[in-house]
């Protein structure tokens, strides 16, 4: 603009304002009347698989899923390596947490059973004696509840259906998946690892199995390798 020479403004006379007004509200509706071509089945299908953060397919009990590493390369599965796996790098996925806790309805491995009602009885009066007044449903899921569970959110699974699954672990929803009710799904940690069942205590996945060297119920001062597929061995660390 050349200097000294000044802008000039007015206002919109009411006319002028009213067209304007109609002018928008019409464009806005030109818009909305504009039809979009409903998506197929197979394409809400893609965008909903791209869109998810999902498990990955672990395979956590396949003993086909990773090789054995060499014994010397194999570190000790302490605690400290425990929680830096489990809770950062699960079965070899960076950032993974848990996969163990948690239960995809795509791609079901486990339930998170069956429980020892010896363990039930005590930890409810562990959350008692903190204040907390629990009951055995709000610890865990019995046959008739978990039934009707898998067959609304899990595709009437086999495995809900398998009166030796229960008891289970309460499990709560985590976006498309399916939690333990006792895992913090922000940081992997479990919030009753004290009082953990030894369901969880005793449990190695076969990444796990394959790539270090662990303690055994029965050689708790030991580290050794399970040899995966060996059935004694197997059978002897369950006992």
């Not at 067209?19 to 965008?47: F, G, H, R, T, Y």
């Not at 999902?54 to 010397?72: A, E, F, G, I, M």
């Not at 425990?82 to 948690?102: E, F, H, I, P, S």
Request: positive net charge; contains cysteine.
């Amino acid at each position: 603009m050349p200097p000294n020479i000044k802008p000039t403004t007015r206002s919109l006379t009411p006319e002028e304002l009213e067209k304007l007004v109609k002018s928008a509200a019409s464009s806005v509706s030109a818009i909305k009347n504009i039809k979009q071509p409903l998506p197929s089945k197979e394409e809400v299908a893609e965008e909903k698989k791209s869109a998810k953060f999902y498990l990955p397919v672990l395979r956590l009990n396949d003993p086909t899923q990773w090789d054995s590493k060499p014994l010397s390369e194999r570190k000790h599965f302490t605690n400290e390596v425990a929680k830096a796996t489990c809770v950062g790098k699960c079965c070899g996925y960076d950032g993974l947490k848990a996969g163990c806790c948690q239960l995809d309805p795509e791609d079901i491995e486990h339930v998170l059973g069956p429980l020892d009602e010896e363990w039930i009885k005590k930890t409810i009066k562990w959350f008692r004696k903190k204040g907390i007044n629990v009951t055995r449903h709000d610890i865990v899921i019995d046959f008739e509840e978990g039934r009707l569970i898998g067959q609304a959110h899990f595709n009437n699974h086999p495995v809900f259906l398998q009166k030796d699954s229960y008891p289970i672990l309460r499990i709560q929803a985590s976006g498309i998946r399916f939690s333990c009710k006792f895992l913090n799904v922000s940081n992997g940690m479990c919030t009753i690892y004290e009082q953990r069942p030894d369901m969880c205590k005793d449990y190695y996945c076969s990444y796990v199995k394959s790539n270090f060297l662990v303690r055994t119920k029965n050689h708790p001062n030991t580290y050794k390798k399970i040899d995966i597929g060996n059935k004694e061995e197997e059978k002897e660390e369950k006992e």
